[in-house]
């Protein structure tokens, strides 16, 4: 199978082929540390954590590189209105940040640079960009001359007259062209600021982002990734300074991940954004949902669509998400093995067919194994590999029931049982998800007033029928299902989870 991967480039899926064969380099523009992590803040980590896991499965050397902007204008604003200095703020929500990304799971970025710590090589890249007349100062400032980039809108399709710089616009009056955009900006004598050739001053935004990318991977490397909303002007303007500096492409792929839109009571979803009072602390939704149930609700939407936020729609995840975990949970009490810590031996299970039954496992194993990976393939479409897996656990639960494992089931077809769950746990791992069991149950898991109501209602229908009290007995199974809560009757006592 081939991976491919849809290029904003050049408007297209195309095959995968690194630079350098066997190995890939990927750089992400990482958040503006002035605020507190968003969901939006976890999107584009969480995504690429994945594709490098998935391609460090697909046998290449990956090195992920994800960068945190530590001096910018909303640094400086932010930092006065605390009354704290700028490297002050940016450490505190830098710690934040982290926490939250370890919590998600995202463990396998190699590099996060700091703006801060890499001024020699961006004042470096001006310098060769002057040395090429594509800079000129203007009474401290340095700006990129946008003419000498004679394709520049080929990333965005946007003209340079539409060039904008937002935040970080400059007013910029002797600018030779109304797109040239700044690369130094000029500091006050009471603002954060370094030496450089052109006076006392910090970098403008894309700049940084070219500097830090080509130091850790080269002038030309594999992949660049980011929100949709950066393309323009930040990704266009990245490479027009990168390719006018080296005179090489700056990038193979451009991969860029949908935003995060917020569900309303008036308007359906709407941009998440702090003006318009709508956003979600990564903090807050660590605290009230697991952090798998997080990475599993991003991983759930095309990398390339909108992921759409409401607190109905993570449920409904989660409980897709805890089903799977009631399998695993399952075939670890049949099989008496862990199911996490080994992969799928796909030749021990062929060995242990011998129904038509078992046959059809092993063939739902197989045909959903393929088609997981060949989703993945097909421009990285998690949300079509994980609805695969969801297939495929209910094809494992049927086979459980059908043959009544629980009841009087043979230890060879428990043991293919358990082979099937490790494959549901080795796929689930190529993204990072299902690497161990967690707390099982309902809304109420880990409470304990649910759990010890639960446990009362289990006691009073045993009771009942003891008693041969079974219109009671049943009337509590069923007012419970009517509840999405299902009792299981099993050798060893009745357990319930939530459906």
């Keep these: 199978m081939t991976l491919r991967i849809y290029n904003t480039l050049t408007k297209q899926k195309e095959i995968f082929e690194p630079v350098e064969p066997g190995k890939v380099g990927i750089y992400v523009c990482g958040p503006t540390v002035y605020m507190d992590s968003h969901i939006g803040h976890a999107v584009g980590p969480v995504i690429f954590d994945a594709l490098k896991k998935y391609l460090t499965y697909k046998n290449y050397k990956v090195k992920l590189v994800i960068n945190i902007t530590d001096v910018d204008d909303k640094l400086i604003v932010e930092a006065n209105r605390r009354g704290i200095s700028i490297s002050e703020l940016a450490g505190q929500v830098s710690v934040s940040y982290f926490e939250a990304m370890d919590k998600l799971g995202v463990n396998s970025i190699d590099e996060y640079p700091r703006a801060t710590e890499h001024i020699g090589q961006i004042i470096n890249l001006i310098q060769r960009l002057g040395e090429n007349g594509a800079a000129y100062e203007v009474n401290g400032d340095v700006y990129f001359d946008i003419s000498k980039c004679a394709d520049y809108g080929k990333l965005s399709g946007r003209r340079s007259e539409d060039q904008m710089e937002g935040s970080r616009k400059l007013a910029g009056e002797n600018k030779r062209n109304a797109g040239d955009f700044v690369l130094w900006k000029k500091a006050t004598d009471d603002e954060i600021g370094w030496d450089s050739p052109w006076g006392r001053g910090r970098p403008g935004w894309h700049i940084e982002c070219s500097a830090m990318s080509m130091h850790y991977l080269g002038e030309t490397f594999d992949i660049h990734g980011g929100g949709m909303d950066l393309i323009f002007p930040h990704h266009e303007n990245e490479i027009a300074q990168s390719e006018t500096a080296t005179n090489k492409p700056f990038v193979k792929y451009w991969m860029h991940n949908g935003l995060t839109r917020i569900k309303t009571k008036l308007a359906g979803y ?128 049927r086979y459980i029931d059908r043959e009544r494992l629980e009841l009087q089931g043979s230890d060879r077809a428990k043991r293919l049982v358990l082979e099937s769950g490790r494959m549901v746990t080795t796929l689930g791992q190529i993204l990072g998800l299902l690497e161990g069991p967690i707390e099982l149950g309902g809304p109420g898991a880990g409470n304990e007033l649910a759990e010890g109501l639960m446990e009362l209602l289990i006691e009073l229908r045993l009771e009942a029928r003891k008693d041969k009290n079974f219109a009671l007995a049943d009337n509590i199974r069923d007012r419970l299902k009517e509840m999405d809560v299902v009792l299981e009757d099993r050798p060893d006592g009745t357990v319930w989870r939530k459906n």
């Design 270 to 397: 709407e941009k998440m954004s702090k003006s318009l009072g709508n956003i979600r602390q990564l903090k807050e939704l660590l605290e009230q949902y697991h952090p798998q149930c997080i990475r599993f609700f991003l991983l759930s939407t095309h990398y390339r669509r909108p992921i759409d936020f409401s607190d109905e729609s993570i449920e409904a995840v989660q409980k897709g998400m805890m089903n799977i975990y009631r399998l695993l949970d399952r075939i670890v009490r049949l099989a008496g093995e862990d199911v996490y810590a080994s992969n799928c031996n796909m030749v021990q299970m062929t060995q242990l067919v011998q129904s038509e039954a078992d046959q059809e496992v092993l063939e739902a194993v197989t045909q959903d194994q393929l088609r997981y990976l060949e989703a993945l393939d097909d421009d990285f479409n998690t949300a079509g590999a994980l609805a695969v897996l969801f297939e495929l656990r209910s094809k494992i639960n």
